[in-house]
């Protein structure tokens, strides 16, 4: 069966500094892997998807993600982050029946 | 990009009555639509998978004389809450496949926050 584990609950950073959300997957075939942010109260929204190919994708937001096969992960990334991007961070498997991780919620110090 | 959108997008009822959230697909044509339903602080758990014609397949769990759900269209899903009660609060969010597009990518509703009192 197809899961996803986001081993951090909670993430602090302060603005500027990188950032990097795990995400490991269990899928018996090639995974469609996602990535997606959720403000408050708000709807999902897409910030990169991986399907084949490159296995590092770029997003929306200044966001990639590094697909390996190896180590079942597909952790998020980046460079500098900006306070706007706290919010609640899922990581996603599956095609149509997606499966989603419990979330990793960002918090950005000033 | 693929809209899909929901409504009503808040809905505050008495126990007891049923609610309706519809979940339309405004550019694109979509055969199979999502049902989510998360708890403050959780993630999105699936509830049911809908198929437009056919009936919904649940998730073990889920009660379907609860959660009645209709896709009589290439556009638009509806999830009845039927007898509300104040366990039922929650945020429910829809999502359509395109089937004219990438096979696996999934295009989210606003999401529907039903309050039960």
């Known amino acids: 069966a197809q899961s996803v584990t986001q081993p951090d609950i909670h993430i602090t950073v302060s603005e500027g500094a990188s950032l990097e959300l795990r995400c490991n997957y269990s899928?018996?075939?090639?995974?469609?892997l996602f990535w997606y942010v959720q403000s408050p109260g708000q709807g999902l929204q897409l910030l990169l998807k991986y399907f084949s190919g490159d296995t590092l994708v770029q997003g929306i937001k200044g966001f990639e993600a590094e697909f390996k096969r190896s180590q079942s992960s597909f952790n998020l990334r980046k460079p500098s982050v900006h306070w706007s991007d706290a919010a609640e961070y899922f990581c996603a498997v599956g095609a149509g029946d997606m499966r989603f991780g419990a979330g990793t919620r960002l918090t950005v110090k000033p | 990009g693929a809209v899909v959108s929901q409504h009503p997008s808040r809905v505050i009822c008495k126990s007891g009555t049923s609610v309706k959230i519809e979940c339309r697909s405004l550019?694109?044509?979509?055969?199979?639509m999502f049902w989510y339903r998360q708890f403050p602080k959780q993630s999105l758990m699936l509830m049911a998978t809908?198929?437009?014609?056919?009936?919904?397949?649940?998730e073990q769990g889920v009660e379907k004389d609860k959660f009645l759900i209709n896709h009589a269209s290439l556009t638009l899903s509806t999830l009845t809450v039927t007898s509300a009660h104040p366990e039922d609060s929650s945020f429910y969010i829809c999502?359509?496949?395109?089937?004219?597009?990438?096979?696996?990518?999934?295009?989210f509703g606003e999401g529907s926050r039903l309050t039960v009192l």
């Open positions: 550019d694109f044509q979509a055969t199979t």
């Open positions: 999502s359509a496949t395109d089937r004219g597009g990438i096979t696996g990518e999934l295009f």
């Open positions: 899928y018996g075939a090639t995974p469609y």
């Open positions: 809908s198929n437009e014609g056919s009936k919904a397949t649940y």
